[in-house]
C-alpha cells in the first residue's frame, strides 16, 4: 500500500526572513493577474504612477503569503499510491491503520433500520449534525464528542432537514408543512404556506429559507421577520431536487423534463432555464467557487457545466441518485450501495476517479454530504446513517469569523449578532455578484402611450404660454412681439412631441409588410396575380 497523508498541524521553525523562492507559488495567488506593459506607455506621470502601484501591489502579495505560512500552516493531503495501485481500491480499514488516533474516531456507521431512509446536514461549523428519517426520527448529534444532543419523534413523515443560521435552530420538511425546532427539540414555528415541502435548503448571508413542493411553488420565507419574501410556481411539475449556488445564492432546480433552472426571489420567471439531460434530472450540486455544476440524469449521463458561458465541458457515463461537491473542491455521488468521489487530478476540470466505497449489500444510498472542515463525508442509506474519511476534502484551516467548531455561547451570541446587522437584502441575488457596485449601464428611454404624449405636451404648452412677464427695455415689450415670442416658444415646446411621433409613424410604415411578386401564389388565385410588363 501507498503512503497515505492526512491533515496535519506543523508549526513553522523558520525565522520570518525567508527566501523569496520559497514563498514564490503563494505569492502568485495573492497577485492581481498580470503586470501592466509600461513600455509602452509615453505619458511619463502616468508611467510612474502605475510603477508604483504595481509594487505596492507585489509588496502586499508577498506580505499576504507570509501571513499565510505562520496563520494557515496545515494543509491538505491526499492518498498517494504507488506506480501500480490505485487509489481508489484503498480501503476503508487500510486508511484507519494509517491515520491518528482522531481521525481514526471519525468514521462510524449508525444502524436504524426501522426508521430509515435516512437524510442529514451539516452545520456551517461542522461540529454539528443534524439526522432525520422519513418515519419521523429527528437526532441532533455534536460530531466532535459524538455525543447525542438531542433526538425525539415528530410521528409523521420527514422528507428533508436543514439547518438554519446556526446549530441552535433546524428546518424539517414534514408530511404536510415544514417545522422549525431549537436545539431541545421544542417546535418554535409551523409554515403552513409553503405546503407539502419535498427539499429545502436555507442561504445564510440573506437569512432566506428556499423550499419547494409537491406543486412545483417555490417559497422564500425570511426567518428574521417572519414574512413570505418570494412565492412563485415553476411551471414544470413536481420537483424534488433542489440546491443552492454558494457563490451567489442562485437556488437550482432539477426537472423531470430534463431542464435545470436557477432562480432569485425577486423575479417571477427564472434567470436561466437550460436542457440538461434528455430524461428527468436526478441530483445537482454546485462547486464552491461557482462556476462549476454537476448535473445527473436518469438517461444515465453525469455532466459538468461551466455555468459561466452554460456550456458542457466534460460528460461521463453514470447513474447518481445525490451529488455533492466539498470544500476543496472533490465531487462525491452514490447509486444504490455504491459511492464514489472523483477529483480533478490535472486542474483542468476533468474529473477522474479518486476513491471508492460500498456499503453492505442491500443498502440504498439516498444522500451524500461532506463535513465542513473535516476530511469525512456522511452517508444517508436506507439503513441508518454512516461517514467515510475521504483525505483531502476539508478546508484545513478555518476561519473563527466565519466558522468555529470551538466557539463558546457568549462567541456564537456575539456571531448572531454580526450576522444580522450584515445581513444581505434579496436584491443582491444575481447571477454575477461582482456587478454589486459597479454602474448601471444606460436605460432605453421608455415609449409613452398616446395619452400620455399628449398630456406631457399640453403641460409644455401651458408652461410656454405663461412665459415669462418681466419687463424688457423700451420697444421690446410690444404686444405684437410679445405675442410673437409667445407663439414661437408654443411651436418649441411642441415639436419634440410631433418629431417623436412622426418618427414612430415611420417606423410603423417601414415594418409594413411588402407583396412580393416572387412569391408563389395556389393555383386557384394564380388567375388573380399582376402579370409583369414585357
Known sequence: MGAISIQETVVPSVPMEDNANDLDPKVKKYLRGDGANLEKLKDKKLKGQLAVREQLYGKSAKAAAQVEKWLMPSEEGYLEADDLEKTWNIRQDKILGEVDILSSRKPFDLVLPDLGPYTLDFAPSGRYMIVAGHKGHVALIDMMNMDLIKEFQ???????????????????AQKKY????????????????????????????????????KFGQLHYQDVTM??????????????????????NAVVGLGHSCGKVTMWRPTSAAPLIKMLCHHG??????????????????????????????????????GHAKT?????????????????????????????????SHSIVKGYQVGKVNFQPYEDVLGLGHSQGISAILVPGSGEPNFDTWVANPFETPKQRREKEIHSLLDKLPPETIM????????????????????????AAMEAAIESAKQGSNKKKTKGRSKPTRMQKKKQDGIVKAKRPFLDQQLKEERQLLNKKPKLNEEVQLPLSLQRFARKKAT
Open 280 to 317: 428527468p434530472v436526478s441530483a445537482i450540486a454546485f462547486h464552491p467557487g461557482g462556476h462549476l455544476m454537476a448535473t445527473a440524469g436518469m438517461e444515465r449521463k453525469i455532466k459538468l457545466w461551466d455555468i459561466r458561458k452554460f456550456e458542457v465541458l466534460h460528460t461521463y457515463s
Open 323 to 355: 451529488l455533492q461537491f466539498s470544500q476543496k473542491g472533490l465531487l462525491a455521488f452514490g447509486s444504490g450501495l455504491r459511492v464514489q468521489i472523483w477529483k480533478d487530478t490535472a486542474g483542468n476540470q476533468d474529473y477522474s476517479r479518486y476513491m
Open 154 to 172: 415528530v410521528k409523521e413523515t420527514v422528507r428533508d432537514v436543514v439547518f438554519l443560521h446556526n446549530e441552535l435552530f433546524f428546518a424539517a
Open 431 to 454: 447571477l454575477d455578484p461582482t456587478q454589486i457596485g459597479t454602474l448601471r449601464p444606460p436605460r432605453a428611454k421608455e415609449q409613452l402611450t398616446k395619452q400620455e404624449r399628449e
Open 226 to 247: 417572519g414574512g413570505m419574501v418570494a412565492n412563485y410556481r415553476t411551471g414544470l411539475g413536481r420537483c424534488d431536487v433542489m440546491q443552492v449556488n454558494p457563490f
Open 178 to 213: 415544514p417545522y422549525i425546532y431549537n436545539r431541545d427539540g421544542t417546535e418554535l414555528h409551523c409554515l403552513k404556506e409553503h405546503g407539502a415541502v419535498l427539499k429545502l435548503q436555507f442561504l445564510r448571508n440573506h437569512f432566506l429559507l428556499a423550499s419547494i413542493n
